[in-house]
């Protein structure tokens, strides 16, 4: 923590600085400087926070320098951590491109997917029976019916599970039906008691991107869910909120990197979610993948103009099989598989 | 809703589109420009989504023309909505200031708040028992203990109390110690399971803006609780997240008139939160009066200096009177009482 | 400038950091904290740049303390400027109304503008007669013709004339025409040529904000202007972008007490651009005069219906006179005249 | 053109609005829906503007239906364009890597600079001799003595040069020097005056994306340029400016396949100003080729440390080699050379 006096501080406030410093079990140095004095807490400043001393007298402004999340950070893990679900690693260096319909519609639909999806080289299979919809008339999901219908399609070609949770109380029923990734929504990335509440597992967890959130508001959800005993936990980029109209969301690959950087979990991206349209999938995947994603969750659907929901982000079967094999030369390029 | 098609549109897409729009019951117009043709869709456009016809051959795009809220909506119901809080109203000629510290500590401090809150001339008080935060390490809120504490303190005082709510398994816990608004956190604007459930209860809910959601989605997802029976609805304008960085959020005083015009409910604004320090608050408190807001949630701790959270932002109770009395002269100018 | 080491930094690496600051004439202090080690350069920062020393081994970031704004900053000259417009005072106790239409027409128009701003107590004219114009196929102004109707209109009134310049070849033309007030359009903030241009003469100058310039940079695009000689600045706010698509911008009145604090020159505020609809204009003028603006640049049009240029923005000649009521009641109500 | 009306619209309202449309020579249609008419304007809807008829009584909102760039929209002109720059196609299947450093600082960094360039197999080079910085303090650039410094290195190698220009009078001097491509910088994407004197000549001009600049805003700017007969265009994505602080923008690569789609124009990316660190570069250069790109713009430093400007972001010359061994692959696997 460093806190930076104004220019006209007193002694009797930087004593007062120093004072609550120490009172915290930290110590502090002083460096005075030509136009600013500048104080360092030494110590652990996770204990302290810039609030303690902003509204302190002659405090101008204070900050961490040390990042505030701990067990999802590469400096408490240097190795990259891989996830094996139902023996499926994700995160080393086989790529992973999760695939399937936006919703579960009816059990064809699904055993069509599953079918599609395993054919096209896929090794997990994403649905959604519960939907966040931003209309309260809008189709909100075939809800338990659903999972069992996505169960019943993957089991046949034996394709783990990903699938959203939205509330805590249906935890236990996604339990029980043996989803193999519980996926937490964008909407939710900051639903903090439903991060306790997947804390408390082990089953492995998406944590997609909030459609505002900084990289470190982000990294520190996943401190919550880690905090609680389950490091399983996945990254996954879908797009952020911007100024910019003509697609509705903007993919920050630089995310990835980054990530990868700061965190030695996995990062996965959702391109369909990003641009919203079919036509850009193909070229955000490659992007993504060539920037160093571990996997992507792409949505496709057995016959897309017929999806209830997003039908226009949709790939058809043939589009995944094609971008199936674009995907791989990049990841040969990259000194990966896929 | 509107459909625009590509320039070398053929008529058998021209008649795909039409068969749709047939199907869930509308009529169609046909407008053949020089060069574009433009389909409408007349009767109820509810039933139809962008996406339905986003992802059919020759379309360019669509688009509704009428708005997607309803019982939230002016247009369907003209008059002001003014909401009864155990006898005092909030919509109406009278602005009221709900003014208390971010978090409960400690029964002292919460008695020491209500008697200044209620010396300040506010009429309700708020506290908050159940804190979001960013980080799992920092202080979560002193919980059920915490709203016990704030009840005894504000029925005292005979102020209404305005405590936020997180998770749907504590809302019964909250309406048996008698909460009487309850707050939809920022970070929870699209939980839609939590909106759900206070859509079936009667008790007034504010609810936050999300960090960055558009004025349409947020009466989106009050239509949610209202859908479900729960018209008190109050909306809570708390800054945005923009590019800036010197200050922790935007408060978007344009949304304040654009609500009055799209909505019959009450909007009020947190100018605490929006600015993230103390000296913004008496600026952005004046200047969301001024634009026609009917309340402020406003952040008061007895000393600011050992709040436990947030303590950069809250008034000190003297603050808050100076405050009380400009924004008395700003109502009368406008012929409005505080 | 404060340096951030990497946790596991080599003496080495200190020393080159250490030997770079005084290769520029600074001091330094070091200070070995328990996860990182801090170095603090002592003496004008000024000389030193982050990117200095982020790209030596061994650093993590580094960054200044004091800000880069000199002869702008308030702390360099804590009162208030107020700037002189030919005998109209603009920064003081009294705040002014700059009222007239969004561009020249002819003279008839412009004659019409500056009987209704004199009528309704502006005592400053505005008018584009050059116009920044998202579209080369839209109209782009009148031009010189349209400086001399705007001068002709003007005078009748007394009324000093305030016009946006865009192109350094022009600024001897206005010179010799006699505007009095030279303003600086958002999409210029950066065209740091022109600003060096105005800094050479003495006319007062406003100084729109950049569509998405932080508070910082626009202060630093005032010190270029600033630099040159010219102090007789302006700052005004006219909305920023952001992901809101309901209004045009998103006026940003948090901006003003944050300048208000950082600088001593006056803040005024645009309140027509931020919005986009005229039946927005009242709302925002009245949050920025109760934010504490020195005053507004708003448009009015004879007839809005007839503009040329953003008709759907400008108050008519009523609207504006009511507009000046209610604003003088809210500037009597915080110790200030209009 | 689309003209939505009120729901208790007039036909007296409504009449003036088709009047006013036929007032410009075009037809009209009507669409009475059972909730909103819309009114549809039939011809070339260029000569009209939604603000003509969003300030008329009735209309809720108009917008046009149609693009308002011409000249470099794809509907136009369907075949990609390739720009010829002294022989090194610019466009086509092989992508060019123009390199170089951020700005000219001697003749021997600029020898070496090209030596390095030339080796690493890229065929264009960049460099500043104008540099537009946030502050007036910080280096300027070497002005006209770099651009000679440039020339003659360049030379050498057979590179044909890229550079930017800031001010209208200095385009001449540029045209003298024998500068190959001109580019216009992200904070003058604006500057209409700029961008209409480099329409009147024929070098190639690269328009870098201003930082909050939408996809539409950036064509337009493209379409003045294109309007005054040079249509040697080069669209450069730079990174746009969000919320995010931990990056100094975010790559928008869906800008990408958007553009391509939308024009038939060559598009490069600049991977250094984008994310603001040399080890972000590889990976934001890899995601922009597999994207789509048909070149990128990347700063290179025989010593990155020394450099006078951005000394962060540039690549060493080895790093450079590197990357364009890996991008190879990667246009390999799109069908492309490099």
Redesign the interface.
């Known amino acids: 923590m460093?806190i930076?006096m104004n220019?006209d501080v007193t002694e009797q406030q930087i004593e007062t600085v120093l004072a609550k410093i120490r009172d915290h079990g930290l110590d502090a140095?002083i460096?005075?400087?030509?136009?600013?004095t500048?104080i360092?807490?030494?110590?652990?400043?996770?204990k302290l926070?810039?609030?303690?001393f902003?509204?302190?007298p002659g405090v101008e402004y204070s900050m961490h320098?040390?990042k505030?999340y701990k067990i999802v950070s590469r400096?408490s893990h240097p190795a990259d951590t891989v996830i094996d679900i139902r023996g499926i690693p994700l995160g080393g260096k086989q790529i992973q491109i999760i695939a399937g319909p936006c919703s579960v519609e009816t059990q064809e639909q699904m055993d069509a997917s599953a079918q599609f999806v395993s054919e096209a080289g896929c090794r997990l299979m994403r649905g959604g029976a519960f939907k966040?919809?931003?209309?309260?008339?809008?189709f909100q999901g075939k809800g338990v019916e659903g999972l069992d219908m996505f169960g019943r399609a993957a089991r046949k070609y034996d394709l783990p599970i990903v699938t959203e949770l939205?509330?805590?109380?249906m935890l236990d029923t996604f339990l029980e039906r043996g989803v193999d990734v519980i996926q937490i929504g964008t909407?939710?990335m900051?639903?903090?008691?439903l991060l306790?509440e997947v804390g408390k597992i082990d089953t492995p967890v998406i944590l997609k991107r909030?459609?505002?959130a900084?990289?470190?508001?982000w990294l520190?959800s996943a401190?919550?869910i880690a905090?609680g005993g389950n490091h399983n936990i996945i990254f996954c980029e879908r797009?952020?909120?911007?100024?910019?109209?003509?697609?509705r969301n903007?993919?920050?690959?630089?995310?990835?990197?980054?990530l990868k950087?700061e965190t030695h979990l996995p990062v996965i991206v959702d391109p369909s979610h990003?641009?919203g349209?079919?036509?850009?999938v193909p070229?955000?995947s490659?992007?993504?993948?060539?920037?160093?994603a571990d996997g992507l969750l792409v949505e496709m659907h057995p016959k897309?103009?017929e999806?209830w929901?997003?039908?226009?982000?949709?790939l058809n079967p043939q589009e995944l099989k094609n971008l199936m094999g674009?995907l791989r030369?990049?990841a040969?390029?990259?000194g990966r598989d896929l």
Do not use: H
């Open positions: 460093i930076i220019r140095n460096s005075r400087g030509t136009e600013r500048v360092g807490a030494i110590g652990d400043e996770r926070a810039p609030e303690m902003d509204s302190l320098i040390v505030q400096e966040p919809r931003t209309s309260p008339y809008a939205m509330d805590v109380r909407r939710n900051q639903n903090f008691d306790k909030g459609m505002s900084t990289v470190s508001e520190m401190e919550y905090a797009g952020i909120r911007t100024f910019e109209t003509a697609y903007v993919l920050d690959v630089t995310a990835i990197p980054v950087r990003a641009g349209k079919a036509w850009m070229a955000l490659r992007a993504a993948i060539a920037a160093g897309p103009c999806a929901c997003d039908a226009d982000q949709a674009v030369q990049i040969l390029a990259l």
